[in-house]
């Protein structure tokens, strides 16, 4: 995890996919771990949106070019769910482009593929 200032959100759903990530484990879908957060979080009663589209202003138009961030908690932080073999510098440029298109500030990249999930898991904070 990158030497990032956590908020009390952030510590919220590293929490939350902890607990999915134990009950699990590592080797499956993207889309079985989504699901699971998402109702980890209803549990846990953290307010979150799941598959937000990203719109691009490309010359003071509004184009919707199919981005879709997996989460936004408490409208306040973006988190990412990979099940990869690791993490690479794309998976990262992802994260801070939706961060920029959706001018927020913080940032979870989970990757579930993982034997401990502190190992997948990095925090990103876009300086204004």
Known sequence: MSPVEL???TGRVIGA???VHRALGPGLLE???RHCLAHEF???GIGFASEVAV???YRETRL???YRV???VESEVVVEIKSVERLTPVHQAQVMTYLKLMNLKRALLLNFNVTVLK???KSFLRSS
């Open 70 to 72: 997996d989460f936004v």
């Open 7 to 9: 908020s009390e959100v």
């Open 119 to 121: 190992d997948g898991l």
């Open 55 to 57: 719109p691009v202003i």
């Open 31 to 33: 889309s079985t771990y």
């Open 64 to 66: 919707d070019c199919g």
């Open 42 to 44: 209803d549990y846990r």
């Open 17 to 19: 996919a902890i607990s």
